[in-house]
């Protein structure tokens, strides 16, 4: 089977539970956001994010669902796939 490979883009519905979109949500309302990433690094790719600080109680709860997408995104395009580098 040949897969479409037009768009890089991946959808996953209801991705995040409604509850940690409602805190965001929440969150951001009450002026919590204003973050960007301030640590940007091409050869390892490892980008300090700082839009929710680690210590917030949402910080891991989103981790893992960054985990779980990347996980789907990379069995769906596994170009994305770098060995010991991923993106």
């Not at 301030?38 to 709860?61: F, N, S, Y």
């Amino acid at each position: 089977m040949i897969q479409d490979l037009s768009s890089f883009v991946l959808t996953v519905p209801e991705a995040l539970d409604e509850k940690i979109c409602d805190a965001l949500i929440e969150w951001h309302r009450l002026g919590g956001h204003g973050g960007k990433t301030v640590v940007a690094d091409r050869d390892t790719r490892r980008d300090i994010q700082k839009w929710l600080p680690e210590d917030h109680r949402l910080w891991g709860p989103i981790q893992l669902v960054k985990k779980n997408l990347y996980g789907q995104y990379s069995k769906k395009f596994p170009s994305v796939y770098r060995g010991a580098k991923s993106i």
